[in-house]
């Protein structure tokens, strides 16, 4: 073979790997940037979804002081809108049904977020903006879950439920009855959940500690999920 010919193979065999080399790094730069827009697209979402929380939050807060309810504390956390039933004399003892003397606590508590408008979004200004994000495959989902909690105090042997745990999950259970009966939002949107006395906020060894534990907290969340 000639060294001319050797020459002009050399000269392809390098172009071919130049060429390969720039499709390579187009692609790399491609999927780079098609993750950053996607990236940025859910921090959009993620901060959309996370202001809805905050107004909601400020919302209760404002329909809670209105009402004049100092009994019912409200925050806002990473598992959304907190709202907390501390007043100890909300339940008899033992007992998962709310005193009837105490009951304007739920009905304020309903009050305040049956309206809210993360329960109505379709109602709102955010219609375009909620239907662009479920033309993508996503859909809204907002929930209200109940969470019972008690102190560490045994029950007696003739008690109606077997243990702080189920107790604290019957708890949970007949506030979300209550709610859901006086909002009217759909039973669908409701959860529950039993902790007995192993998420304690207080000292069990004293009276107010335990008063801070027997407690129920109202979460209400929002999140987008995948449609199937």
Avoid: C
Avoid at 23 to 28: K, N, S
Avoid at 77 to 83: A, C, E, L, Y
Avoid at 185 to 214: C, H, M, T, V
């Amino acid at each position: 073979m000639s060294n001319e010919m050797k020459k002009i193979i050399n000269q392809a065999r390098t172009s071919w790997v130049l060429s390969y080399g720039d499709m390579v790094t187009l692609l790399i730069t491609f999927f780079i940037m098609m993750i950053s827009v996607n990236a940025g697209q859910i921090n959009k979402i993620h901060g959309w979804v996370s202001d809805r929380l905050d107004d909601s939050a400020i919302e209760v807060q404002e329909a809670m002081d209105e009402a004049g309810i100092q009994e019912i504390s409200i925050s806002r956390n990473s598992k959304g809108v907190q709202i907390t039933l501390n007043d100890p004399r909300l339940f008899e003892v033992a007992s998962a049904q709310p005193r009837q003397n105490y009951l304007y606590q739920l009905d304020a508590v309903a009050s305040s977020i049956q309206n809210l408008s993360i329960f109505h979004l379709q109602e709102t200004e955010h219609k375009n903006f909620l239907r662009e994000i479920e033309s993508s495959g996503l859909q809204w989902l907002a929930e209200i879950r109940i969470e019972g909690h008690t102190d560490d105090m045994r029950l007696t042997e003739n008690a109606q439920y077997r243990d702080n745990w189920e107790l604290s999950a019957a708890r949970a259970q007949s506030i979300m009855l209550q709610l859901q009966e006086r909002t009217g939002l759909p039973a669908s949107i409701f959860a529950i959940g039993g902790f007995g006395e192993f998420q304690p906020i207080g000292d069990n060894n004293d009276q107010a500690g335990r008063e801070l534990n027997r407690r129920v907290e109202i979460y209400i969340g929002a999140s987008l999920v995948k449609t199937l």
